[in-house]
């Protein structure tokens, strides 16, 4: 009998493994990064913890594509965001800019930050650049433009490897043709590698979840009215061919994370057109997926271009944009 009793304790509390039990999701806080800043419209918000708080960055502008889009950023310190501030942008001469794109922020193990990003006059012909913060991203050093050919994280989170290298989840458009792909680099973005992923799909801004064993996952965006998918058993060396998950979805930015106990999270519009939904998904595996949370469901609006992060204490941070006009923070335990 006390055998059975000590057993129990072992194997209810003793234990970081994953349940298969549904997770409760609640919601710890939510609301807008800010309520009035000096841009009609942003998009693609990004997130990373830093310890001074939480993060954010996003592009804004008159509208996407305008030459006066540039890069946000704000900081989360004690229950309040600070002031948006413009942090990057595209001004070439005191006549030519271009707009900025798709900020993605990451935080190195010595502890600086990262702020990737694009220029360009569009999806097909922008290029990487990329910033460095000491000071948990109170100033940025000078941009640096990444090697032709790459592009860094065009959306999602860049990863840290087994090996401590970066893994960039990345794609591009040629011909109106998405290709998707992965670039792995050394910590301070000195060599670059691409591995190109084939498949069936058209497929852009992949974000990545971890296996047991060594496995690497990614999720994609697609052109065929679903979420797809793709696998790696060497550490990004080699992909498995995409292929479908059989998560409806319409055409836009996706983005997942992994958590401490094994258990994947992923937000997406699953519809199949419009961007009037927004839910928070489950998945012990990567292939059965839960509805968790919805986040926005209503006739008419956007709520789209997600991130997603889990915070060292456990808890989960994300953000995405808000009827292109705000951008939308939420906070959950689970």
């Given at each position: ?6 057993l ?37 918000s ?17 509208y996407e594509?305008?030459?006066d889009?540039s890069i ?8 309040a ?6 942090v ?38 922008w ?39 970066l ?8 011909n109106?043709?998405?290709?998707s792909h ?13 591995v190109a992923?084939?498949?069936p799909?058209?497929?852009i ?34 992909w ?27 937000l ?5 057109k419009?961007?009037t939904?927004?839910?928070?998904m ?16 209503t006739a008419?609006g956007e ?11 456990g ?20």
């Amino acid at each position: 009998m006390h055998y059975l009793l000590i057993l129990f304790f072992l194997t209810s509390f003793g234990s970081e493994e994953f349940s298969s039990d549904r997770p409760e999701v609640k919601v710890l806080k939510s609301g807008f990064i800010y309520e009035s800043a000096p841009f009609p419209t942003c998009h693609a918000s990004t997130l990373v913890e830093t310890p001074e708080g939480i993060l954010a960055a996003w592009f804004g502008g008159t509208y996407e594509r305008h030459p006066d889009v540039s890069i946000y950023t704000s900081l989360l310190q004690k229950g309040a965001w600070s002031t948006p501030k413009l942090v990057a942008d595209g001004i070439e001469n005191e006549v030519f800019r271009n707009p900025t794109w798709n900020p993605v922020l990451h935080r190195k193990a010595d502890g600086k930050l990262i702020l990737f990003y694009k220029e360009g006059p569009n999806p097909r012909e922008w290029w990487g650049l990329y910033k460095v913060s000491e000071d948990n991203g109170k100033t940025w050093s000078k941009e640096v433009q990444i090697p032709p050919g790459f592009l860094g994280p065009v959306k999602n989170k860049a990863e840290v490897l087994p090996d401590g290298r970066l893994l960039h989840p990345s794609s591009f458009e040629v011909n109106n043709v998405w290709n998707s792909h992965v670039e792995i680099t050394d910590p301070d973005l000195k060599t670059w590698e691409k591995v190109a992923i084939e498949g069936p799909f058209g497929a852009i801004q992949p974000t990545a979840l971890f296996h047991p064993g060594g496995k690497i996952q990614l999720l994609f965006r697609t052109q065929q009215g679903e979420i797809a998918t793709s696998w790696s058993s060497d550490n990004g060396k080699s992909w498995s061919t995409m292929t479908g998950t059989g998560l409806v979805h319409n055409n836009s930015g996706i983005d997942a994370v992994t958590l401490k106990n094994g258990y994947h999270l992923l937000l997406c519009n699953p519809l199949k057109k419009g961007r009037t939904k927004l839910s928070l998904m489950g998945s012990a595996d990567g292939i059965t997926w839960e509805e968790l949370l919805v986040l926005e469901n209503t006739a008419e609006g956007e709520y789209s271009y997600p991130a997603i992060i889990q915070a060292q204490d456990g808890t989960v941070h994300l953000s995405y944009t808000h009827y292109r006009t705000k951008v939308k923070y939420f906070h959950l335990s689970l």
